[in-house]
């Protein structure tokens, strides 16, 4: 699989966005037999969890509390794309957004090293 990012860009606090991660390279499984996540990094940080879906087995959907709420993490009726939608922004949400994915649900769908494939990340800025 070969993951792709888009729909980040600059938006004001309050605002809503909308990102979405395709598969550029399918190999016969769609993203409904993967387990999908979607990571930040801040600048100057770590990357760190934000939302996953785990469609490999049920569609159960993990999200950190700080976007509780706010976030949500779906998965295109077709297979092929994952959302994550982002209602109410905050600074502290600017970041560059990243795609994860895992042919297999993971022991913890919070951890980096749980997903095999990446995107190359979207930027999302969050000002005041």
């Known amino acids: 699989a070969q993951l792709v990012e888009s729909g980040g860009r600059s938006v004001h606090t309050g605002e809503s966005l909308t990102l979405s991660c395709i598969n550029s390279?399918?190999?016969?499984?769609?993203?409904?037999?993967?387990?999908v996540a979607w990571f930040r990094q801040a600048p100057g940080k770590e990357r760190l969890f934000v939302a996953a879906?785990?469609?490999?087995?049920?569609?159960?959907?993990y999200y950190t509390n700080s976007v509780k709420g706010r976030f949500t993490i779906s998965l295109d009726n077709s297979g092929n794309a994952v959302y994550l939608q982002m209602n109410n922004l905050k600074p502290e949400d600017t970041a560059v957004y990243y795609c994860?994915?895992?042919?297999?649900?993971?022991?913890?769908?919070?951890?980096?090293?749980?997903?095999?494939?990446w995107g190359q990340g979207t930027q999302v800025t969050v000002s005041s």
């Open positions: 879906g785990d469609w490999a087995v049920g569609g159960k959907l």
């Open positions: 390279k399918p190999t016969g499984r769609d993203f409904s037999t993967f387990s």
């Open positions: 994860a994915a895992s042919a297999r649900s993971p022991t913890s769908h919070y951890e980096e090293q749980s997903y095999d494939y």
